[in-house]
């Protein structure tokens, strides 16, 4: 077996704590070396955050999130004015807002890419959606959305994403019934 020659300082708690674990393992080397494997190991185990945590690991710190039981949204969705809550979306910029928030720049500064993972992403962490994929399909991004919370729900969301393209400049055109949303988002303006 190779080896190497290593020659270092380390404070007296340090020192301390590498005599204990080299009278426990019988040397210093073999101390050390047991130390270095448990770092690699344990830098295995953690999983690196998956997109969706790391949003929502953003999100939580907005502090404008509120959870509600689906079946009680549902109701409240089909019993408002899917009017005056368009129109509140639009003046808050709801969405824009959350993506803004996740990649720390402004929609301006955001690749048409990145706003429609973004929106894929936060859409995904609300949990109001069954399903939602993205296609890249060459000149445009195509999204499809299944879900179970009605027309109105449908409506409002195809206004909301709409909206949110459209005040960037993005062509949009989208298709929604009663449990599905298709979306087109043009690449060229």
């Known amino acids: 077996m190779k080896t190497h020659r290593i020659s270092t300082t380390i404070s007296q708690r340090h020192w301390e704590l590498l005599k204990k674990h080299a009278e426990k393992h019988e040397t210093q080397q073999k101390a050390l070396e047991l130390a270095l494997e448990n770092l690699d190991n344990i830098s295995r185990q953690i999983p690196e955050l998956t997109l969706e945590e790391k949003y929502w690991m953003r999100l939580?710190?907005?502090?404008?999130?509120?959870?509600?039981?689906?079946?009680?949204?549902?109701?409240?969705?089909?019993?408002?004015?899917?009017?005056?809550?368009?129109?509140?979306?639009?003046?808050?910029?709801?969405?824009?807002?959350?993506?803004?928030?996740?990649?720390?720049?402004?929609?301006?500064?955001?690749?048409?890419?990145?706003?429609?993972?973004?929106?894929?992403?936060?859409?995904?962490?609300t949990n109001w959606l069954d399903t939602i994929d993205d296609k890249d399909c060459g000149s445009h991004y195509k999204l499809i959305i299944t879900h179970d919370l009605g027309f109105t729900f449908a409506k409002l969301l195809t206004i909301l994403i709409g909206n949110m393209f459209k005040n960037n400049g993005i062509k949009v055109e989208s298709i929604y019934s009663t449990k599905t949303i298709f979306t087109k988002i043009f690449k060229n303006q």
């Open 60 to 125: 939580r710190r907005a502090k404008s999130l509120v959870i509600i039981e689906k079946n009680a949204f549902k109701l409240l969705i089909e019993t408002a004015d899917i009017q005056l809550l368009s129109e509140l979306f639009i003046r808050d910029k709801t969405i824009e807002y959350t993506i803004e928030l996740y990649f720390q720049k402004s929609m301006e500064e955001c690749s048409l890419k990145e706003i429609v993972n973004g929106l894929v992403v936060n859409l995904n962490i």
